[in-house]
């Protein structure tokens, strides 16, 4: 009995080991689910895990909140340790101890879901749009530079509360536009796991072509440059292109 009880802590250990981040991000979205639903109902109207395709790409959006007052647009990120980051940055950093690891700036990552949803509620020109960050793990933000908010779950409830200002939409307008998402918000897991393989497609190319040297935006030969903070790779091609790249990456 206890060999048999062993086995089964075992078998849940190596689990848990190999669906870690899957384990961690359901985690991390659950804590951002118990602050939406404090929302009232018949103001506030939630969708999750949202999957939408334009014309160019697709993109899979954490949790977006529809009121009169505009459209949220959260995305979350469960990590530990310090996070550095600056919203113009192409990378933020996460710091455990000595150390460090980069990840694509989230920021960035949201505006190109609103961008997505601009494309998708082309109707509503005067829609206001909300990009908030949400860090659901046990990260501490240190050295954060962002007009838009980065915040922690818990203050999630409070950051969207106090945008209630000025209303943005009517009612009716409100209800049409979660019809429209339910409606074009893709529930196909297939889909959705090709739309995971195209994200890490992507992702590995830009990190060989940043290996290389080479500007992943309009492939220009990244040249070393001096700032504010020290050295960086800089794209030749600037004002024109923007891209920088830390000179610690490599």
Not at 57 to 74: E, T
Not at 83 to 96: A, C, L, M
Not at 187 to 213: F, G, P, R, T
Request: charged share 25%.
């Amino acid at each position: 009995m206890i060999e048999f009880l062993f086995a089964i802590v075992i078998v849940l250990v190596l689990i848990f080991k190999l669906n870690k981040h899957k384990i961690k991000g359901k985690i991390g979205e659950l804590r951002v689910s118990n602050q939406l639903y404090k929302l009232n109902d018949e103001e506030f109207k939630v969708i999750n895990d949202v999957l939408i395709q334009t014309d160019d790409r697709s993109s899979q959006i954490d949790h977006i909140v529809i009121s009169i007052y505009g459209i949220f647009v959260i995305e979350t990120k469960n990590y530990t340790g310090w996070i550095h980051g600056n919203e113009n940055s192409e990378y933020w950093t996460q710091s455990i101890y000595k150390k460090k690891t980069n990840f694509k700036n989230p920021i960035k990552q949201n505006w190109a879901h609103i961008y997505a949803l601009k494309e998708i509620l082309s109707d509503y020109k005067h829609l206001t749009y909300y990009p908030i960050i949400v860090f659901a793990g046990n990260a501490e933000l240190k050295n954060i530079s962002s007009t838009i908010p980065v915040i922690y779950d818990r203050e999630l409830f409070q950051t969207i509360m106090s945008k209630r200002r000025i209303p943005n939409l009517s009612i009716e307008q409100v209800k049409n536009i979660v019809m429209k998402l339910n409606k074009v918000n893709i529930q196909d897991k297939e889909a959705k796991k090709e739309h995971i393989y195209q994200v890490k497609n992507k992702v590995h190319k830009v990190k060989q072509k940043e290996k290389s040297l080479v500007c992943p935006k309009c492939g220009g030969n990244l040249v070393v440059r001096d700032g504010q903070y020290g050295k960086f790779y800089g794209c030749p091609n600037y004002p024109n292109c923007r891209y920088t790249l830390n000179y610690k990456t490599r």
